[in-house]
């Protein structure tokens, strides 16, 4: 199992899309420590911005402001921490998660390459728990290098104003660990289900949309109770951050194991007796 | 006794309503090399991707190097395989693609990799990347890829394809010296008899899913020889008459009705007036000789019946 996790990295270190991931996660903390707010392009989730809750004049007039007049505003408000906001608002980080699963999981099928690993090197089962494996770490060092670079800009591009600790950084890394874990199981089931690169873009890139679109016709058809939208994944990823209580994380964990399990059972599944081709 | 490294018993693959593979039986013995003959779609590549692992088995099952299906994963590394088209990673290059795998394997003497890239002639262009090589050289790369780590046992689907006369020649005496000097044993498979005559040893004839014929090298050419074929009713009488009328010992009784002669010198006028003057009745006598190709003819021939 060690030999094939270290010949996936050593393929996944030579894929384009390996940097294009962590340059994109770099360039987005860049910008956001820049213009001191979560670059707009992680935003995702039913959450909003926590800077709205810190704000000390109305709403519409932070909108009269420009950038650099914003940003001036924000890093002197000592209510705002630009870091757990912008941890908070990362949700979109699952599309790097994507490129990642292509790289380890469907390129593999796509180039029909997996046939030389299962037809002489390793079983099936040694093959998925690799696989699902490296895709995990891949996607837990990507958020582990989100969290750094955001907390090394913030000293960067705006003398350490309002930064958080290493050690608070490090808690909400591992409480919204959970979530990156059933996220990259999610991911990783469905690229055993569809085994084709194409095939896993056109189901898992509009996968969080529909998930909260059907949750939002639940809620506002059957009279949902909101709550319950606590627990979407964009929504535990946000809340997080936000010193959940730990009825809240013990729930949220238990969501994350239920995905993780079920994504896992289907994925292996639907590979165990399927044919390569 | 010689050594089984793989053999099949009654191996079947179903799709559905379709029978893709029924029943097959082979035996691979070390140091074979044994071609699988059959025309596209006859169910080689079926047979080979079940006995790799890369399909499931209906029914039946299959042993290598003594393990059946179930426990054959442990063997796995004694077996190099290619299976239809040579797949590797476009944007790595040849050395790249082979690194891959020897991690795969486990395999730390590096040494091997260029060994493989040299034995297949691909040592000048090893950085050059997968996506720029022409279908020969992707199969050549596939074939080192199949012998990395010094396996007992390669299976090759179809490896001339896209190979050009001299690739071919090439390949033909690597496939040799790997049986010879390493003591490899080789599965190849091929719609062309003609290819895999020129270097196998004993061949399986499989069309839409039946295996026809399983032959050695020596009972091919015995089949496809000049011989007579004589069609009668009573073939023991009619041997025994050939023995004593003739003087003819070189003759097969090939069902019971009919004979196959071999010895030379002989005409079929003599032999026919031989055994009519001796009271058989003959409904028919001919010479016979049949090239590989109008053989494999045959046999597909009597699949169909």
Known sequence: ?277 | MREIVLQTKRLTKKYKNFVALNSADMTVYRKDIYGLIGRNGAGKTTLMKMVTGLAQKTEGDFEVFGKNSNEYVSEKKRVGCLIENPAFFPNLTAYQNLRYYAYQKGITDLKQIDDALDSVKLTDVRNRKFRKFSLGMKQRLGIAFAMLDNPDLIILDEPINGLDPIGISELRDTFRRLNEERGITLVISSHILSELYAVANRFLFIDKGIVLKEVTKAELDFECSRCIVVKTNDTKRGATMLEELLGINDFKVIDEKEIRIYAPNIKSVDVNRALVNGGLDISEIFESGVSLEDYFKQLVGEGKS
Do not use: W
């Not at chain 1, 238990?254 to 289907?266: D, E, K, Q, S, T």
């Open chain 1, 1 to 277: 199992m060690i030999n094939i996790l270290k010949s996936d990295l050593y393929r996944a270190v030579r894929s384009k899309g390996f940097y294009i991931a962590l340059v994109f996660v770099l360039i987005v903390s860049v910008f956001s420590a820049a213009i001191m707010q979560p670059g707009i392009i992680f935003s995702a989730g039913l959450q909003q911005s926590d800077i709205y809750e810190c704000l000390d004049i109305p709403e519409s007039e932070l909108a009269k402001f420009s950038i650099s007049e914003t940003r001036d505003y924000l890093i002197h408000n000592d209510r705002y921490f630009l870091e757990r906001d912008y941890f908070s608002q990362s949700m979109n980080i699952y599309y790097m998660f994507i490129i990642m699963t292509v790289i380890v999981i469907a390129s593999d099928f796509s180039n029909g390459s997996v046939k030389n690993t299962l037809s002489s090197a390793i079983s099936r089962r040694k093959y998925y728990i690799s696989k699902v494996g490296l895709t995990v770490i891949l996607c837990m060092l990507l958020m582990l290098l989100n969290a750094v670079s955001i907390h090394l800009c913030m000293r960067i591009f705006n003398n350490g104003a309002n930064i958080l600790s290493f050690a608070e950084l490090m808690k909400i890394y591992v409480l919204q660990l959970p979530v990156v874990l059933a996220l990259a199981s999610v991911l990783s089931g469905l690229a055993f289900v569809f085994r084709k690169t194409a095939a896993l873009n056109g189901v898992s890139i509009p996968l969080i949309f529909c998930f909260q679109l059907i949750l939002e016709i639940f809620k506002v058809l059957l009279k949902f109770d909101e709550a319950y939208l606590d627990y979407e994944l964009s929504s535990i990823y946000y809340y997080m951050a936000h010193d959940p209580s730990s009825s809240y994380i013990i729930k949220s964990c238990l969501i994350c194991g239920a995905l993780i399990l079920v994504f896992n059972f289907i994925g292996y599944r639907s590979f165990r007796k399927a044919e390569i081709r």
